[in-house]
């Protein structure tokens, strides 16, 4: 089974910077698409971005041109590079193996 260990979550300021990562590890066969959501109280956990195996993305339109996904292959790691933070940003991020597999999250908080 495989694992997800997230860190880089935290506090920053609006317009700050963080960067989150997300390590796999057990036993894995294969690399599926792999991605960030995020979910805050009383809204459904919605999609943020999402890296395939060939390194194609998809980012909500409320991220692009902000955040940036990428992924290392050979550690089996994704990560989310966010910057230019805003308030509405402030969630809990969960990291998805092939959305199926999540992590435990990791609270993002951006304060104005």
């Known amino acids: 089974q495989v694992q997800l260990v997230e860190s880089g979550g935290g506090l920053a300021q609006a317009g700050g910077s963080l960067r989150l990562s997300c390590a796999a590890s057990?036993?894995?066969?294969?690399?599926?698409?792999m991605g960030w959501y995020r979910q805050v109280p009383g809204k459904q956990r919605e999609s943020v971005a999402l890296?395939?195996?060939?390194?194609?993305?998809n980012y909500a339109d409320s991220v692009k041109g902000r955040f940036t996904i990428s992924r290392d292959n050979a550690s089996n790691t994704v990560h989310l590079q966010m910057a230019s933070l805003k308030p509405e940003d402030t969630a809990v991020y969960y990291c998805?193996?092939?959305?199926?597999?999540w992590g435990q999250g990791t609270q993002v908080t951006v304060s104005s």
């Open positions: 998805t193996w092939g959305l199926v597999l």
């Open positions: 057990g036993s894995i066969f294969s690399i599926p698409a």
């Open positions: 890296i395939t195996s060939g390194g194609s993305t």
